[in-house]
């Protein structure tokens, strides 16, 4: 496992750095701008996209089929990519956190609660992609799972739009907020759901 | 001990299927596992490497059944496959400190040495790699984890000459210890021929033959004579034949040769491209 982890972390060095990039620019953006979550969003939406890369790249070189070859087992394989999403989803939600930390102090008006519920509603943007993704990927291969993602893309970003774009103030109403950690939570659970489903997928798939 | 033992092997896809594979590679030995494209080579191997899901029949890899422990069974065995599938940023330093971590027998220095003996970079990326370069630095990874048996897919295809010959010679080099094996595919049959102390014929998902490679040139020539001649050998004698402006060129049983045939010693492509047709026919 962790020599599949050190794999992608020399992947992610090489083919990543414009991902990573950009979550510092929109945080960086975020920073400076008038109040929009938006900015917020994208770093977490970029997240879930490093990971669909690194499987990308397996795929396109053959690592997937050479990786079946190694004392590896199905379930590492899909387990450390798992982990991969998990380290990366916490990297950039521990940034955009800081930041939101920040920009609430800054101004004088640190509300836990609203901070809990702008956090949370990012965590679930940030796991939602791999959760709903890697299952298909693990069956099915990246080139259907792309394609699925950026549909995702596309909800998200009206998900965002409609419920905090030009309402930055929205997390701190409490129906709003219980949804969001509702809906957070969920995703955080079907996380877990869906990497026990993937081991299940990925043991049945020809390599 | 045999290295691996193939009994009643099936496999289907839509248009392919492979039907009741036999095979036994003894301990000791190199095995060449000869077929055209789409001959069920690698379909063989990642059964092997239960890579892929069998429909029937049973695998056993150094004395244990492959579906029981692959993951551990993988310690001692060595990989190359055709395309490789090293990700194209790695050096080959990086592939060194990813298999330390993959691999519980790996040995840095041997690691070292085969890149070395290789001529390999070290610091320049997989994917600037030739496609000799590439192949060596797979046998280098499968060589440095001390593995018993070695399992190459087309690992000479797409190479010169001089290259080939290095390999080889590694492969060879390995099977010296009598507790080593190693099975390649190849449908260059000429490497084959000088490596393989057995050759298996597949050809579309069956297997032709499978016997050891001295004891097939021993047993078989080629003839050459009139049709009129070659109706006077027993049918189940004649292995392929092929019409030329000439006559007739057979392959056929050596100890069913009259004396005043011309005959010409087998290689073993001749062999297979000739009970191939012969197949197909």
Known sequence: ?207 | MNAIEIKDLCKSYGDFSLDHLNLILPTGCIMGLIGENGAGKTTTIKLILDMIKRDSGQITLLGKDNREDIRLLKEDIGVVLDNVGISSCLTAVQVGKIMKHVFQNWDEGAFEACLSRLSLPKTKPFGEFSRGMKMKLGIAVALSHHPKLLILDEATSGLDPVVRDDILNIFSEFTRDETHAVLISSHIVSDLEKLCDYVAFLHQGKLLLCEETDRLKERYVIVHCTEEQLASFAPADVIGKRKNPYGVEAIVSGKSVPAHVQTSPVDIEQLFVFMAKEEAR
């Open chain 1, 1 to 207: 496992m962790k020599g599949l982890i050190l794999k992608d972390f020399y992947l992610t060095i090489r083919y990543c750095k414009a991902i990573m990039l950009l979550d510092l620019v929109f945080i960086a953006i975020y920073l400076f701008q008038k109040e929009n979550l938006f900015f917020l969003f994208y770093p977490c939406v970029f997240a879930g996209l490093l990971p669909i890369t690194l499987l990308s790249c397996d795929e396109r070189e053959k690592w997937d089929s050479y990786a079946g070859t190694l004392p590896c087992t199905r379930a590492q394989l899909v387990s450390e990519k798992y982990l991969i999403s998990l380290f990366g989803g916490l990297i950039v939600l521990l940034l955009c956190g800081a930041a939101q930390a920040f920009r609430m102090i800054s101004k004088g008006a640190f509300l836990p609660m609203e901070y809990l519920g702008v956090i949370m509603t990012l965590a679930g943007i940030s796991f939602v992609v791999p959760t709903v993704l890697y299952p298909f990927i693990f069956r099915f291969g990246t080139t259907k799972g792309r394609v699925l993602y950026y549909i995702l893309i596309a909800l998200a970003c009206a998900f965002g739009s409609v419920f905090f774009g030009d309402h930055p103030g929205i997390a701190a109403e409490t129906g709003y907020r219980n949804l969001t950690m509702i809906i957070a939570g969920a995703v955080i659970i079907l996380y877990g759901m869906s990497w026990l489903l993937s081991i299940r997928f990925y043991q049945k798939r020809d390599l």
